[in-house]
């Protein structure tokens, strides 16, 4: 299926899953707004997606910096003149048992995973309403469903993005769409972050089993392509081959 050309502001769109969105939403005929902190890794996705005949642009974001992230959704609609769809993939996995007491990756993961989201939609909110509607799109996990040991902080925030999400869709009224995508064991660079040596070879074992980052790509690409009166509201992807 395919629908007419919207604009896109992706988060965390420097690698993994926020890359593979762009690519894919680019060549759905979408307008894209890119943001992440590594702007070398933008500038090159932006003119890849561009030289393809695609239209895209970026800017530098920290989505645990509420101001910039309202500076990235306005230079969206400045460059493009709405935001149609927001998509809050930006997080962070510092995976370790909570005795280890990493307080500061509880922190950055908090920061990032809850407060990066909530910013996005406080950002994109005023936006959505003065142009009469829109579509947030959250990036969870299979870590909104379930608890495992060394990733209790990382699954409490990721069960708080689906209530955050369950919670702005039932409040929208219908006139900004939600949906919530929660991946499985998926091939990124989330897992680069943990530092924690036992829950870093647990996590190597875990992901022996991954989809690649486009079949996510694909569930957002499906979410956003719905007429204005379906809103697909969660989609769990797995590998076939996962147990959990």
Same mark, same amino acid.
């Given at each position: 299926?395919?629908?007419?050309?919207?604009? #896109?502001? /992706?988060? %965390?769109?420097?690698? &993994? =899953?926020? *890359? @593979?969105?762009?690519?894919?939403? $680019?060549?759905? +005929?979408?307008?894209?707004?890119?943001?992440?902190?590594?702007?070398?890794?933008?500038?090159?996705?932006?003119?890849?997606?561009?030289?393809?005949?695609?239209?895209?642009?970026?800017?530098?974001?920290?989505?645990?910096?509420?101001?910039?992230?309202?500076?990235?959704?306005?230079?969206?609609?400045?460059?493009?003149?709405?935001?149609?769809?927001?998509?809050?993939?930006?997080?962070?996995?510092?995976?370790?048992?909570?005795?280890?007491?990493?307080?500061?990756?509880?922190?950055?993961?908090?920061? #990032?995973? /809850?407060? %990066?989201?909530?910013? &996005? =939609?406080? *950002? @994109?909110?005023?936006?959505?309403? $003065?142009?009469? +509607?829109?579509?947030?799109?959250?990036?969870?996990?299979?870590?909104?469903?379930?608890?495992?040991?060394?990733?209790?902080?990382?699954?409490?925030?990721?069960?708080?993005?689906?209530?955050?999400?369950?919670?702005?869709?039932?409040?929208?009224?219908?006139?900004?769409?939600?949906?919530?995508?929660?991946?499985?064991?998926?091939?990124?660079?989330?897992?680069?972050?943990?530092?924690?040596?036992?829950?870093?070879?647990?996590?190597?074992?875990?992901?022996?089993?991954?989809?690649?980052?486009?079949?996510?790509?694909?569930?957002?690409?499906?979410?956003?392509?719905?007429?204005?009166?379906?809103?697909?509201?969660?989609?769990?992807?797995?590998?076939?081959?996962?147990?959990?």
């Amino acid at each position: 299926m395919t629908s007419a050309a919207k604009v #896109v502001a /992706v988060t %965390g769109a420097s690698s &993994g =899953i926020g *890359a @593979a969105t762009a690519r894919r939403l $680019a060549t759905d +005929g979408h307008r894209l707004f890119l943001g992440a902190r590594r702007t070398d890794r933008l500038d090159a996705l932006t003119g890849e997606i561009t030289a393809a005949g695609g239209s895209a642009a970026f800017q530098r974001l920290d989505v645990t910096d509420a101001a910039d992230v309202r500076g990235f959704v306005a230079a969206a609609r400045d460059r493009f003149g709405r935001v149609d769809v927001v998509v809050n993939n930006a997080g962070v996995m510092p995976l370790s048992p909570l005795a280890a007491l990493r307080v500061d990756e509880w922190d950055r993961t908090i920061d #990032v995973n /809850v407060r %990066g989201v909530l910013y &996005g =939609i406080a *950002a @994109a909110l005023p936006v959505m309403r $003065a142009q009469g +509607g829109g579509h947030v799109v959250n990036v969870a996990s299979v870590g909104a469903y379930e608890v495992s040991p060394t990733a209790a902080v990382y699954c409490a925030t990721k069960f708080a993005v689906r209530a955050i999400s369950e919670g702005l869709r039932q409040e929208s009224g219908g006139d900004v769409r939600v949906t919530l995508v929660s991946p499985g064991v998926t091939e990124s660079e989330l897992a680069d972050g943990i530092a924690d040596p036992d829950a870093k070879a647990a996590m190597a074992a875990y992901r022996a089993v991954a989809i690649p980052a486009t079949a996510i790509a694909d569930a957002i690409a499906y979410a956003v392509a719905q007429p204005p009166e379906v809103d697909v509201n969660e989609i769990v992807v797995r590998p076939s081959a996962s147990v959990a």
